[in-house]
């Protein structure tokens, strides 16, 4: 990326050093996407809007980003795939893992 460089910009455009990557790709070439894409009008439409995160989370995404989904409250996952309803006890494991049940 730039005038010396030789790293490509894949989904993004160059400016100066570095790219600036489209919403929803994220490293320094911007050539990796964000986890848990969905479009909201269907898998085929060229005009849908994409979102990230199974639609419930927002994604690290740009030059420095790391792809990591933040999730909104009571989904959790690295794609926010698991919802937990308030009146059920969610658990958090160290290694990403949710259980979802009364007993915890």
Known sequence: VGVNCT???VQGVTDGQE???EPGWFGP???EECPGRMNTTGPVDPNATV???NGVGTCSDGFTGTG???CVEHYYGPVCE???I???HCKDYSDGAVQCGANG
């Open 7 to 9: 790293n490509r910009c």
């Open 19 to 21: 790219c600036v990557c």
């Open 29 to 31: 070439e911007c050539n």
């Open 51 to 53: 979102i990230y995160c």
């Open 68 to 70: 990591e989904c933040t």
């Open 82 to 84: 698991t919802h937990c």
């Open 86 to 88: 308030e009146s059920v």
